[in-house]
Every structure is written in structure tokens, then in C-alpha cells.
């Protein structure tokens, strides 16, 4: 007789498991009353002090969440508040880490089913975040925000009047800090020098997309309008085909070589374009957001006018955002009303998946914009509640929601409130364990307790 196979020595399972937390009902029904918005701190950063309260009493009202009916795209509705991971219905494969990666050793698990385990135990993380640092350094709401590329407690925030900041939290020396022109100087694109990091793009109200170092100097002036009808809204850059495209109010798309030669300059959009995004791996595919209600994919090697667009992708109101996901296979689009949009790379014409979510426009409100994590398939998003969307609720509170790129679902919320306020960008730093985020006048950083850091 054939002798079996022994099998290989069993792990130890550690004594954390992913399955849900517990859960109340009389926790999610009953109502909590808005904190009220504290006062603008004079002090331009601050460390934050370990509070006493636990994550539950800071978790948001729950329900669960319930995928719309049968429709032409595959829609999911987010407008109920969760409490935590409460609602995760679907157990994991595996019940840690360790076995997972135990199992893919030996080829029992898929990478994707691995990839899946690792976002479920970063999802479960998120209970253990708080604000750890805070900022208010400029005299004008924060417009722009960017990651430095290699140092992950490093970043550069602007502001409405022009102001850039470039912070690293991780040190106590003061921040370096760029002196904006006031009224008019609003900077609505930040992106660090990926050739030379010690260099940053910048788009703005002044009528420039330039590159500056953190010294104040001006190294080249890329586009300048010269005059005051015309402002640039938009910017994007690669490191690999050396370009910069930046897009301006009137519905123009200027791509242009690292030299400063301009390339091309032409009319894509009829009214003001919001956003500019190029493929993270085919940098050829360029993404165009407008407010005329369109997103618009470009091959550009093959650009002569707008009507040469790949694709035209209509929505049911302004565009502020069109972003790639880091794998170049999505793109998330995010409107000036209630709906996010992930859209397929590879099949444009297929429905998208559709979020419901209330994130609306307000002319003194810097533009919400969903953005991607880099390392696991999550959107990250801030809440501004609207009494008009359909699956309000009482004192619904202004979280910083979290939702799977796939499914549509909400994984988290994360709130504070001693930061109350509309948080309007949220971006994770490349190492995707931080998160920075815009409110108002204010930076927040958001981490791991350090207790709970593993």
C-alpha cells in the first residue's frame, strides 16, 4: 500500500483572531448629539495626548449595509454609518497571517486570496487609529496635499492664499514654510519632483504651473496665462516619460517635457478641467476630469483634438476627481454631488461600479476627492452629510469613510470629535500606514496608537 504523505508541521494561530468585533444593538440605535467644533489652535503643530475613551464610544451610529436592486451598474448604497467592522459578514479564509502565508508557501492559497487576507487584518487596524499630530499654519483653508516619495513622515500641504508647507512630523524642527501672495494664489496642485525630490509642481490661481525648490526659488515656469481670466486646476506628472500635463479653467490640457517644451496645447474640455491623471504604468493613458460632466480617457501619442479621446465617460454632475489606482486597472471618479465611480481599465464601456455617498459641492469648501490606498484595493473618502441624501440619518456625523474598491462596501469610519469638522482630502502615505488628511485650515495625521502598533 501506498504510504500517505505527511503533512507539514502545524503553525501556532495567534491568539487575535479576524473575525468580527462584538456588537451592540442598543450601541448602533441609540442617537449621539454632534460635538461641537473646536476653536482654531494657534499653535502650528501639536502633538495630540493618549485619550482615555475606547475606540466603541467614538464609533459611529451602525446599520448594515444593503446592495440596491437590479439596474444597468452595479450600485451599492453607503449612506448608513457603521460601527466598525461590525457589519464584515463574510468570514476569512484564514484565521491569521501566518497560516495564510504558510499556505501560499506551499501552493494551497492564491496571491489574491493572500492579498485579501493582508487588506481584512489593515481593515481590522484602523479600530487602533487617532490623531497623533495636528497643524493649522496657514491664514486660508489647505487646498493641495502631497507625500514625499521616500520619506513616509513627509509632506507638502498648500494652501488658498498660495502658502506651502513642507512638514516632517517625525522631527521636532520647525517646518519649513513658502509665503504665498494672498488672495488669488490659491495652489490647486502639489506634486514632488520625482527626479529630484528636494523640488516640487505646483499648479495655481496665479496663472503658473512652475517647479520650486523649498528654498522659495522659482526653477522654471512651466505655463503662465498672463492674465487674471485664466488660472491652472489641475497637475500630473511622470517619472518615466519625464512629462507634465496641467489642465486650466477654460477646458485646455497642456502637456509639456521636464525641459519646459510644450508639446501640445488643446481644448479637451468646454468648461474648467479639475483634474489630471496619468497611468501609473501606462503613462501614455491620461485621464481628464471636468466640470462639464465628463471624464475622458486620451492615448497620448495619438492626441489631436478632443474629439480623439478614447473614451468619454458622462456623469450626472461635475466631476472633481478622476484617479488611477495604484495597479494602472481602475479608475475612481468622484462627482460634485453624491456618487463615487470605479470604472474598469481594461472594459470602459462596461457599467461601473456605483457608491452612493454624500460628499457635495460648496464654494467655500475645498473640493472632496476620493483617493486610493497605495498598498491594498480600499477607498478613502470624506462624509459631508446631506439631509437630502436618501439614507441620512439623525446627527449623522462628517467621517473619514473607508470602502472596498471591489465590492463597494464600507470597511470603516474613522472619526474624532476634536476634529469635527468637513474633512475634504485624505491621502495615505506610500508606505500606507499613515494617513493625512484636510480640514478647513487644519492637517491631521492619523496613526496607530503606538500601543498598538505591532
Known amino acids: 500500500m501506498r504510504r500517505p504523505l505527511h503533512s507539514a508541521a502545524p503553525i501556532p494561530v495567534p491568539a487575535r483572531s479576524w473575525g468580527t468585533v462584538p456588537f451592540r444593538t442598543e450601541d448602533a440605535m441609540a442617537p449621539r448629539k454632534r460635538p461641537e467644533t473646536q476653536k482654531t489652535p494657534e499653535v502650528v503643530v501639536r502633538p495630540k495626548t493618549r485619550r482615555s475613551r475606547s475606540p466603541r464610544e467614538l464609533e459611529p451610529e451602525a446599520k448594515k449595509l444593503c446592495v440596491k436592486g437590479p439596474g444597468s451598474s452595479r450600485r451599492f448604497d453607503s449612506g448608513c454609518l457603521w460601527a466598525g467592522l461590525a457589519s464584515l459578514q463574510v468570514p476569512p479564509s484564514y484565521t491569521s497571517i501566518v497560516r495564510a502565508l504558510h499556505h501560499h508557501k506551499l501552493g494551497k492559497a492564491a496571491w489574491p486570496s493572500l492579498q485579501q487576507g493582508l487588506q481584512q487584518s489593515f481593515v481590522h487596524s484602523l479600530a487602533s487609529y487617532r490623531i497623533f499630530q495636528k497643524a493649522a499654519p496657514f491664514d486660508r483653508r489647505a487646498t493641495s496635499l502631497a507625500w514625499h516619495p521616500t520619506h513616509p513622515s513627509t509632506l507638502a500641504v498648500g494652501s488658498k492664499g498660495g502658502d506651502i508647507m513642507l512638514w516632517n512630523f517625525g522631527i521636532k524642527d520647525k517646518p519649513t514654510f513658502i509665503k504665498g501672495i494672498g488672495a488669488g494664489g490659491s495652489v490647486t496642485g502639489l506634486k514632488f519632483n520625482p527626479l529630484d525630490t528636494n523640488q516640487f509642481f505646483t499648479s495655481s ?192 456625523l462628517r467621517t473619514i469613510d473607508v470602502f472596498d474598491g471591489s465590492s463597494g462596501k464600507m470597511m470603516y469610519q474613522l472619526y474624532d470629535p476634536e476634529s ?22 487644519h492637517i491631521l495625521i492619523w496613526s496607530q496608537e503606538a500601543g498598538m502598533r505591532k
Not at 423 to 436: R, V, Y
Request: glycine share 6%; hydrophobic share 35%.
Open 205 to 396: 490661481m496665479e496663472g503658473t504651473t512652475r517647479l520650486q525648490d523649498f528654498k522659495g526659488n522659482t526653477l522654471r515656469v512651466f505655463t503662465s496665462s498672463d492674465t487674471c481670466n485664466i488660472w491652472f486646476c489641475s497637475l500630473d506628472v511622470s517619472a518615466r516619460s519625464r512629462m507634465v500635463v496641467t489642465g486650466d479653467n477654460v477646458g485646455h490640457v497642456i502637456l509639456l517635457n521636464m525641459d519646459g517644451r510644450e508639446l501640445w496645447n488643446l481644448r479637451m474640455h468646454k468648461k474648467k478641467v479639475t483634474h489630471v491623471a496619468l497611468n501609473p504604468c501606462c503613462d501614455w493613458l491620461l485621464a481628464t476630469a471636468s466640470v462639464d460632466q465628463t471624464v475622458k480617457i486620451w492615448d497620448l501619442r495619438q492626441v489631436k483634438g478632443k474629439s480623439s479621446c478614447l473614451h468619454s465617460l458622462l456623469h450626472s454632475h461635475p466631476v472633481n476627481a478622476a484617479c488611477f489606482s495604484p495597479d494602472g486597472a481602475q479608475l475612481l471618479t468622484t462627482d460634485q454631488k453624491s456618487e463615487l465611480r470605479v470604472y474598469s481599465a481594461s472594459q470602459w464601456d462596461c457599467p461601473p461600479s456605483l457608491i452612493p455617498h454624500p460628499h457635495r459641492h460648496f464654494q467655500h469648501l475645498t473640493p472632496i476627492k476620493a483617493t486610493w490606498h497605495p498598498r491594498y484595493n480600499l477607498i478613502v473618502v470624506g462624509r459631508y452629510p446631506d439631509p437630502n441624501f436618501k439614507s441620512c440619518t439623525p446627527h449623522e
Open 420 to 441: 469635527s469638522g468637513i474633512i475634504s482630502l485624505n491621502e495615505f502615505n506610500p508606505m500606507g500606514d499613515t494617513l493625512a488628511s484636510l480640514m478647513g485650515y
